[in-house]
């Protein structure tokens, strides 16, 4: 028979119940309750089958079924009735005695493993003989209990056990699904499980594998765990080298998904390692437009904004977002006149140009047009010919605005240099400052004191010296500090540490960190070729 979960759980945690309008009743549906949502478990169906009234309501009553994660969906007195209620069931874990009238509990264990393979089965017997519990192995059956020993600590191992087991296996299978999706090899849709919630979301973790200290994969593992812990029926699964891709589906929590993901990040970010977060629109699972890759796409799209926004953050995506902003005439203006200037040696007339262009920059770009300009810029600037694809990685490894920022206007600095000299055309207060910031990089150096050498306020000169040079005042005493121990690494006298002190850097860590954001590789490695 089919029963009731409250007939075999302590607490109101789930309800049958019955919707009738006028004129027509619908059927039966099982509604679980607010109590039952907010454990964190993945829930499995146990049927239990034996001849014995008494001996199901032994088990019954011996373990607190609903608060640990079964739910008991049926009984059934002998093994035909038990196949007969599988066929109507899904029973993922089956306990059953041996000895039964009609089919007997070796028999029933051999049909329902080659019918339902992926089934647990427990088997009780009252005899402690080998030749029993060679069988049913041989079977396959999971565990052969002793009934004379069955008692509820050996119950709950057994089920705790078998649990782990299923939640192993379930996870590889619908994770192996998502991955054949994301690398487009089977529709996600096609998936027989892919309907079982009536709405989803997919979330993006997006790592920056330079700033995880070499441990991308323990972040991402962790990660993963964590979201496992929030969202036990989700999917989760590595796609590439830097991203984790999350499959929420709509009954996995009655809070919005933005406050577990904030819990994740927080975690990881406890741990020094920065990771930003997109996620979808809602996606509903029956919609013939609905696609789980053009749900990827949005929470891809989202968590790239961090190119532009920074990272740790959690960005939802917007269809009302306006995406574009690439000129691509005027760009093609400014590349001229930046051609004829740098060819006339006007440096500051293109210094302006160039400022001009990085200041369109902006969060209404795409990522990618922004890169696209940066590399015309650089290729433009290069003194010695550089190979495009070794231009296009370093530009391609940028993680935020900001660096790419930075990246441009080193060379465009190191193309000034070899033509004139440098700062001698930049208007007197600017030229100023930047002679203050390079003769004290490598001191606590800060804006006001700046701002304060030169005679301005301190917003004033903030906002102007951005304006002159392209940078923020921030990231120009970054870019300085950096080309100070590009040029020390390349001398080859000094550790790392006593270079990182040199430059201003309190922290070796710190210096490593944001070295390698600047140039694409960690000081141990550059040779400054």
Known sequence: MLIKPSDC?????????????????????????????????????????????????????????????????????????????????????????????????????????????????????????????????????????????????????????????????????????????????????????????????????????????????????SARNRFYACFPEGHAARHGKDQLVCYIPESSGGRPIELPFADIQRALSERDVPLSIGLSLLQSSTAPEASFLAAYAQALEAAERRFFVGPNQIVSYSSKRSVGGRDGQRFFETMHCLKKFLSDGFMEKAHEQLVKVAGDWGSHWRRADVVDEAKQLVRLFQGEPAPLGEIDAWLDDCPDLSTLKMRVFERFDALRGRIDGGERDRTGWVQKAILYIHERYSEDLCLADVANHVSLSRNYFSDQFRRHTGLTFIDYVTMTRMAKAKELLREGRLRVYEIAERCGFNDVKHFSKQFRKYTGKPPSEYSGR
């Open 9 to 221: 759980s302590t607490g109101p945690t789930a309800a049958w119940t019955f919707e009738a309008s006028p004129g027509k009743a619908r059927p039966l549906r099982f509604v679980f309750t607010r109590a039952y949502r907010r454990r964190n478990v993945m829930s499995f169906n146990v049927l239990i089958v034996d001849d014995e009234p008494m001996a199901r309501a032994g088990l019954l009553s011996m373990y607190d079924w609903d608060r640990n994660g079964f739910r008991v969906v049926g009984e059934a007195s002998d093994g035909r009735k038990a196949l007969q209620l599988m066929e109507e069931i899904d029973a993922h874990i089956v306990i059953t005695d041996i000895a039964m009238p009609v089919m007997d509990g070796l028999e029933f264990a051999r049909i329902s493993k080659e019918r339902f393979p992926r089934t647990k089965i427990v088997l009780l017997s009252c005899h402690n003989e080998f030749d029993y519990a060679r069988q049913a192995m041989r079977i396959g059956v999971s565990e052969y209990l002793l009934k004379v020993r069955l008692e509820s600590p050996l119950l709950e191992r057994t089920l705790v056990s078998l649990r782990e087991q299923l939640v192993a296996e379930t996870r590889a299978g619908k994770e192996q699904a998502l991955t054949k999706a994301l690398e487009r090899i089977t529709p996600w849709e096609s998936q027989p499980f892919a309907a079982d919630a009536p709405a989803y979301s997919v979330a993006v973790l997006l790592f920056e594998p330079a700033d995880c200290n070499g441990e991308a994969d323990n972040a991402l593992e």
